[in-house]
């Protein structure tokens, strides 16, 4: 009687072991995934790194080259009528 109890204790003890063993297990397969996720996350920060410093290398080129974004508007010249040539003559301004 003391033997069966024993015996179906420690098959109780090793039932529940196999179990954390599993669950060690697809802890081991999830660190494994994290492990890959951060690669990639790695890969792809480096990426962005280049293209930012791409990006910047472009605008500095940009600013020495004088462009930039902003549009120059051209102003009209106003026609200067006949009484305003006069008088721009007659003041001395050429």
Same mark, same amino acid.
């Given at each position: /009687?003391?033997? +069966?109890? &024993?015996? +179906?204790? &420690?098959?109780?003890?090793?039932? +529940?072991?196999?179990?954390?063993?599993?669950?060690?297990?697809k802890k081991g397969s999830v660190l494994d995934e994290a492990n890959e996720v951060y690669k990639k996350l790695e890969e792809q920060n480096q990426k962005f790194q280049e293209l930012l410093e791409r990006q910047e290398e472009l605008m500095a %080129? &940009? /600013?020495l %080259?004088? %462009?930039?974004?902003?549009?120059?508007?051209e102003t009209k010249k106003k026609e200067e009528s006949a009484l305003d040539y006069k008088n721009r003559i007659m003041r001395g301004e050429l």
């Open positions: /009687m003391e033997n +069966e109890k &024993q015996n +179906e204790e &420690q098959e109780e003890e090793v039932k +529940e072991v196999k179990k954390d063993v599993v669950k060690i297990g %080129r &940009q /600013m %080259r004088g %462009r930039s974004d902003a549009t120059v508007e």
